[in-house]
């Protein structure tokens, strides 16, 4: 027959047991090194989850593309700068471009050749109406930080639309010029990403969708003469991503209002 004494000292110990096993699974649940820590999302602003449906792109069959961005779009490290991307997309869309880029450049950062963007915009003459705008860009604002740049982008994109309200808008973010791709640099992408989808504009992601990898790196990039902007034949690559990417916008299915998916070709 079992004593008190003996019960008492079970009881004990199972509770003794308990605690330890709880006490454990606290500490396990904290340092267990296999399991990532749970990271509390931030509280996403309003702009960020407001989207608009974008409009199907339709082009005419020799379109005429204003090309608007930074030393990418300049031609920077091409062995003329007539060789950059935004000069050879108009061979490969059998159409125009005009090309608008100053090295250096964003939104928020003046740069070598002139001023900000939004500067820029309100310089641009109404009369080339072009077809197409393709406003690219750009890491130069990277470490400008994130305090006023979705207000100086918003500003730069209504002056934009304002001045050819005929013209489609693509937005062309930011392509890494270093590996591992910059904090900032990632920052811009996903504002300007946000940014676009709240106005129902087409965005063209070369981050998103890894056109520059650790594999390709050096095929693109001149890392010496050009200091980490696309070689000539880095800037013809970038062209034909860049009309690949129209080329599957053009045939991307639409949302017509009551929620019914149609095609260009419908």
């Known amino acids: 027959m079992t004593s008190g004494r003996t019960r008492r000292r079970a009881r004990v110990t199972a509770l003794i047991t308990v605690l330890v096993l709880a006490v454990s699974g606290a500490v396990l649940g904290v340092w267990r090194p296999w399991v990532p820590a749970p990271v509390e999302a931030a509280p996403l602003a309003a702009e960020e989850t407001v989207t608009v449906a974008p409009t199907a792109l339709v082009l005419p069959e020799h379109p005429r593309v204003l090309v608007f961005g930074d030393s990418w779009t300049y031609g920077a490290a091409a062995n003329v700068p007539s060789l950059g991307y935004a000069y050879v ?6 159409g125009e471009t005009i090309v608008d880029g100053v090295r250096g450049s964003g939104y928020l950062k003046p740069g070598i050749d002139g001023p900000d963007f939004g500067t820029r915009i309100a310089a641009l003459d109404p009369a080339v109406s072009p077809d197409l705008i393709i406003i690219q860009g750009s890491i130069n604002d990277r470490e400008q930080g994130a305090d006023g740049y979705r207000d100086a982008v918003n500003a730069a994109w209504d002056a934009l639309a304002a001045t050819y309200p005929d013209a489609a808008i693509v937005v062309l973010g930011p392509a890494p010029h270093a590996l591992p791709v910059a904090a900032g640099t990632s920052r811009i992408d996903k504002d300007l990403a946000a940014l676009a ?3 129902g504009w087409w ?7 890894e056109w520059i990898t650790e594999e390709n790196y050096l095929d693109v990039i001149d890392v010496e003469v050009g200091r980490r902007h696309p070689s000539t034949d880095g800037h013809r690559y970038l062209a034909e991503k860049v009309a690949s990417a129209l080329a599957d916008i053009a045939a991307a299915p639409v949302t017509e209002a009551g929620g019914a ?5 419908e």
């Not at 997309?89 to 059998?94: I, K, M, N, S, V």
């Not at 998916?261 to 070709?265: A, D, I, K």
């Open 203 to 209: 965005y063209i992601s070369p981050l998103q969708d």
């Open 197 to 199: 989808a709240a106005r």
């Open 89 to 94: 997309l108009a061979e490969l869309l059998d």
């Open 261 to 265: 998916e149609t095609t260009p070709s």
